[in-house]
């Protein structure tokens, strides 16, 4: 079976194809400091730190265990982001390879918090 069998003989689907073939590998990030924006606005609305980047946002878009940007959204009458599908509208920064692991990046994110003063971030 190949991707003519599922449909994909456009040159749209090919050319993503061949994008993703042509890629080189990227490692995993681990540990993080990231800032979630609202796509349209470019509003800052968290900065966090976390150990393990990938599972820290799975807390906070995972709608199983309850999103906490989608609580955040839905508490806010301030905002027109739609809550039931938050991560459609907002996008992600981070910087990692932080020295001095939890210290390194609290400092970092503390920082961060002071100069951007992200919507959701209590002080």
Known sequence: ?????????????????????????????WSAVYGIYDSRSGDCLY????????SRLNDHYNTRTGSQIKAFVESDDEVDIDASNVWVRTEIK?????????KGRKRIESTLIQELDPRYNTR
């Open 1 to 29: 079976m190949g991707l003519d069998d599922f449909g994909a003989a456009s040159t749209e689907v090919r050319d993503y194809v061949e994008a993703f073939k042509s890629k080189d590998t990227e490692p995993h990030i």
């Open 47 to 54: 900065i966090g730190e976390a150990k393990w980047l990938i």
């Open 94 to 102: 981070y910087v990692s390879g932080i020295e001095g692991g939890q």
